[in-house]
């Protein structure tokens, strides 16, 4: 069983940077590619971002490219999003997820694992 607890979010004016990390417990990662999508108030969950488990491999959610920056820990538990230039419409609660077939996928559906969440927000 993977465990997956994110944490970073908070407020920060637009403009500003924040830093998001997922941990995971349980079963090693090594092979999981993994992933991160948001949920704004009454909009559907967006993908965001997904990263291979070598981490050679990204893909961007076109709102965010140029922006947020994705990497993966040295032993592969842990992964990071970057986030610069925040945006007011960037607020949102911001969910970490690990797909065991490492399909590095930009769907929710291919993802087996999904963190709590972490609140995101930007003040214009």
Same mark, same amino acid.
């Given at each position: 069983?993977?465990?997956?607890?994110? /944490? !970073? %979010?908070?407020?920060?004016?637009a403009?500003?940077?924040?830093?998001?990390?997922?941990?995971?417990? &349980? #079963?090693?990662? =090594?092979?999981?590619?993994?992933?991160?999508?948001?949920?704004?108030?009454?909009?559907e969950?967006?993908?965001?971002?997904?990263?291979?488990? /070598? !981490? %050679?491999?990204?893909?961007?959610?076109?709102?965010?490219?140029?922006?947020?920056?994705?990497s993966? &820990? #040295?032993?592969? =538990?842990?992964?990071?999003?970057?986030?610069?230039?925040?945006?007011?419409?960037?607020?949102?609660?911001?969910?970490?997820?690990?797909?065991?077939?490492?399909?590095v996928?930009?769907?929710?559906?291919?993802?087996?694992?999904?963190?709590?969440?972490?609140?995101?927000?930007?003040? =214009?």
């Open positions: 069983q993977v465990q997956l607890v994110e /944490s !970073g %979010g908070g407020v920060v004016q403009g500003g940077s924040l830093r998001l990390s997922c941990v995971a417990s &349980g #079963n090693a990662l =090594s092979t999981y590619s993994m992933a991160w999508f948001r949920q704004a108030p009454g909009k969950r967006e993908f965001v971002a997904c990263i291979s488990p /070598s !981490g %050679g491999t990204t893909y961007y959610g076109d709102a965010v490219k140029g922006r947020f920056t994705i993966r &820990g #040295n032993d592969k =538990s842990r992964m990071y999003l970057q986030m610069n230039n925040l945006k007011p419409e960037d607020t949102a609660v911001y969910y970490c997820a690990a797909d065991r077939r490492s399909l996928a930009q769907v929710q559906g291919a993802y087996d694992y999904w963190g709590q969440g972490t609140q995101v927000t930007v003040s =214009s």
